[in-house]
């Protein structure tokens, strides 16, 4: 079996993990920017990400339960600010990242962790907050990615913009903690 189809596997098993739970989700950054730009994941080392509303963190449990019976590793849980915002996950070649959106107005907002220069050349790690609008997320487009029904924001082109400018050109050098559009220094929640 080669490496596109077992990440398509395990795709395809998270995927049957968040639709047994009857709860809102969304293909998230990369993996989104993937369904769109080119119809299938644009590297075969990218993680999968996936996006979900705060409602759902009474099923952070469940779901590093879930995913552990099917041969993943928890590798993270991040809290910020007292909100459970991210659990990652290693497993069968692959890492799958589930962020937990947060609505503050008019914005869905999640904190990126990522590094910084310190002004000394030396690295430290921070969080940043992205935010998006939140009509994004009322109303999820329905698609078939690898032979799943999932779903992206709405306008998946518009969240595109937010999060990563001019989505539709390639950027290889891109850092989401960063780079990211949507990055938002002065939005308090």
């Given at each position: 079996m080669n490496m596109a189809s077992n990440k398509?596997?395990?795709?395809?098993?998270?995927?049957?993990?968040?639709?047994?739970?009857?709860?809102?989700?969304?293909?998230?950054?990369?993996?989104?920017?993937?369904?769109?730009?080119?119809?299938?994941?644009?590297?075969?080392?990218?993680?999968?990400?996936?996006?979900?509303?705060?409602?759902?963190?009474?099923?952070?449990?469940?779901?590093?339960?879930?995913?552990?019976?099917?041969?993943?590793?928890?590798?993270?849980?991040?809290?910020?600010?007292?909100?459970k915002v991210t659990i990652g996950f290693k497993g069968h070649g692959e890492k799958l990242d589930v962020y937990f959106y947060y609505e503050k107005g008019e914005y869905f907002w999640h904190p990126i962790f990522g590094r910084d220069d310190n002004g000394r050349g030396g690295k430290y790690r921070i969080f940043r907050v992205e935010k998006f609008s939140k009509h994004l997320f009322s109303d999820l487009k329905p698609i078939i990615f690898k032979d799943k029904k999932c779903?992206?924001?709405?306008?998946?082109?518009?969240?595109?913009?937010?999060r990563y400018g001019d989505w539709q050109i390639p950027n290889a050098k891109y850092r989401f903690w960063c780079d990211s559009k949507a990055i938002d220094m002065d939005f308090v929640v």
């Open positions: 398509d596997k395990i795709f395809q098993l998270i995927v049957d993990i968040f639709t047994r739970h009857h709860c809102k989700w969304w293909l998230d950054a990369g993996t989104c920017l993937s369904a769109v730009r080119k119809g299938d994941f644009i590297a075969l080392k990218d993680d999968i990400d996936i996006g979900l509303p705060s409602i759902h963190v009474d099923l952070w449990d469940t779901f590093i339960e879930d995913f552990e019976a099917v041969g993943f590793r928890l590798v993270k849980e991040r809290v910020y600010k007292g909100r779903f992206l924001p709405n306008p998946p082109e518009q969240y595109l913009r937010e």
